[in-house]
């Protein structure tokens, strides 16, 4: 995998999950502007995907991206507001990182 998809996933997941993280901060206490914020960050994510979407591929880029965004959301949700999963969902989580983990992995022919 080219180290620099990785470093712009990496950005597009951390902007994501602030915006993630600014959406459920709205849900709690009704800001508009941290609503505003919220939109803001996805919109500029988005238009990171795009980049993404050209170097690796739209499958590959928005599966990791998602799964990615799974797996820090949940950590951010646990840690920061007091969210618990069930041991189903986090089995469907762990399944999530075996198969970003399976794609990630070399190719050995191109699609």
């Given at each position: 995998?080219n180290?620099?998809?990785l470093?712009?996933?990496?950005g597009?997941m951390?902007?994501?999950?602030?915006?993630?993280?600014?959406s459920?901060?709205?849900?709690a206490?009704?800001?508009?502007?941290?609503l505003?914020?919220?939109?803001?960050l996805y919109?500029?994510?988005?238009?990171?995907?795009?980049?993404?979407?050209?170097e690796g591929g739209?499958?590959?880029?928005?599966?990791?991206?998602?799964?990615?965004?799974?797996?820090?959301?949940n950590?951010?949700?646990?840690?920061?507001f007091?969210?618990?999963?069930?041991?189903q969902?986090?089995?469907?989580?762990?399944?999530?990182i075996?198969?970003?983990?399976?794609?990630l992995?070399?190719?050995?022919?191109?699609?």
């Amino acid at each position: 995998m080219n180290p620099q998809f990785l470093l712009w996933l990496a950005g597009a997941m951390a902007i994501f999950i602030s915006g993630a993280t600014a959406s459920r901060a709205y849900v709690a206490n009704n800001n508009i502007l941290i609503l505003i914020l919220s939109l803001v960050l996805y919109c500029v994510g988005n238009l990171m995907m795009v980049r993404l979407m050209r170097e690796g591929g739209l499958g590959l880029a928005i599966s990791a991206s998602a799964i990615t965004q799974l797996v820090v959301i949940n950590i951010i949700a646990f840690i920061v507001f007091g969210e618990r999963l069930s041991l189903q969902q986090l089995g469907g989580v762990g399944l999530g990182i075996v198969a970003m983990a399976l794609m990630l992995l070399p190719a050995q022919g191109k699609a």
